[in-house]
């Protein structure tokens, strides 16, 4: 009787101190057990090769212990990606920096008209910084996963970056979805005025009008507009892809080198997406005058409009003179 009154403190006790007994093991990569000692003969003994064994579990990829994919791997993690990311960031900074020295504040040429017309709807606004405020939180946690040891734990200590790092994976995870539901709204609200064509050839030969003199003709969307349209969704969708694959691991025939791919294809363009945006923010923000109207109220002046978008002003009026009222055509209000 004893023993059974006992029996549940005791197991609750074996519970409570399984962390502790873990922590006196020695982990993998410890310098207090002999697994280090263990691995280096086994890196001598490998020279780049494939060590297999054998697993009870009845996935056979499980059984592959090290593969020398993974170094590439590792080296690219480690080396590559920061070079990848430090030049396309670092660079899109020093040009934004060396356009807005020479150049200024994009400011509208024919003065504000004060009165506006309307650019995006409720649907798209709202959809846009849904899009906008999950690729910040995706861009940043995934900056974490892979600078975060480097940068962030020297600064906040180790208990602070696990912490960060754990809630920054799970947000990592978690906000993939909304971001992934964003673009597809995307694709369907905006895809029709973005299928490139003439014009935009003309837009680029120009430098968009932001480089020299003179506006090219634009319809709702510019070149540079369509652009950052492709890049969101294509670039997006394919990190979308390559981050769920990496999620939910190990679909069908994929193995351990086809998620260290699937990672690669992520972080390069993610990081390239990045210094993308920086640029998209400054324009859409700081760098154009009126600019930021169009997705903050979602109307813009109608200057502004004239003299970046002429040609979807045209068809917006046109539009407004088609509206019929009972007593006939009217303009819209
Ligand atoms: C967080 C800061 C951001 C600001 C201030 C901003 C601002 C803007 C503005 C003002 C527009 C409308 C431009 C127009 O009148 O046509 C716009 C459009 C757009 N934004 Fe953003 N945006 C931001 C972030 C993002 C991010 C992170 C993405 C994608 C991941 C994105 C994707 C787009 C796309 C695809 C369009 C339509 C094409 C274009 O106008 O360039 N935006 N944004």
């Known amino acids: 009787m004893k023993r059974l009154i006992l029996a549940p403190f005791l197991v609750l006790l074996l519970a409570l101190s399984a962390p502790a007994f873990a922590q ?4 993998p990569g410890s310098s207090r057990g002999t697994v280090n000692a263990e691995e280096m003969e086994l890196q001598r003994m490998l020279q780049g090769g494939r060590v297999e064994g054998r697993t009870t579990i009845p ?3 499980s059984e592959v212990l090290i593969q020398p994919q993974g170094k590439a791997w590792r080296d690219f993690h480690n080396v ?11 660079g899109m900074l020093l040009i934004l920096i060396a356009f807005y020295l020479t150049r200024g504040r994009i400011m509208v040429e024919g003065g504000l008209a004060g009165r506006t017309i309307s650019r995006f709807n409720m649907l798209e606004r709202v959809n846009h910084w849904m899009v906008a405020s999950s690729f910040i939180v995706l861009g940043l946690t995934g ?6 040891r480097y940068v962030l734990l020297p600064i906040m200590g180790p208990y602070a970056f696990a912490d960060v790092s754990l809630w920054g994976k799970i947000a990592h995870n978690f906000v993939a979805f909304p971001f992934t539901l964003g673009i597809v709204v995307m694709v369907l609200l905006w895809v029709k005025d973005n299928i490139p064509n003439g014009r935009d050839i003309e837009w680029f ?3 968009g009008g932001l480089i020299g003199k003179g506006h090219p003709k634009a ?13 969101t969704v294509l670039g997006g969708g394919i990190v979308a892809a390559s981050g769920y694959f990496l999620i939910f691991p190990f679909w069908g025939e994929f193995g351990v080198a086809d998620m260290q791919l699937a990672h ?5 363009l993610s990081v390239l997406m990045v210094a993308a945006m920086i640029a998209h923010i400054y324009i859409g923000s700081v760098g154009m005058q009126g600019a930021f109207d169009a997705m ?19 068809q917006e009026m046109a539009k407004a003179r088609q509206v019929v009222s009972p007593t006939g055509v009217k303009p819209a209000e």
């Open 24 to 27: 006196n093991a020695p982990s």
């Open 205 to 207: 030969k120009m430098g």
């Open 296 to 314: 903050g109220s979602g109307e813009v002046d109608l200057n502004w409009a004239k003299e970046h978008h002429p040609l979807w002003v045209e």
């Open 80 to 90: 590559t990606l920061a070079w990848v990311g430090g030049i396309a960031v670092g």
């Open 59 to 61: 996935d056979a990829r």
């Open 143 to 148: 900056l974490n996963l892979t600078f975060g």
């Open 219 to 231: 319809g709702r969307f510019n070149g540079g507009q369509k652009m950052i349209f492709w890049i």
């Open 264 to 268: 690669i294809i992520q972080s390069v």
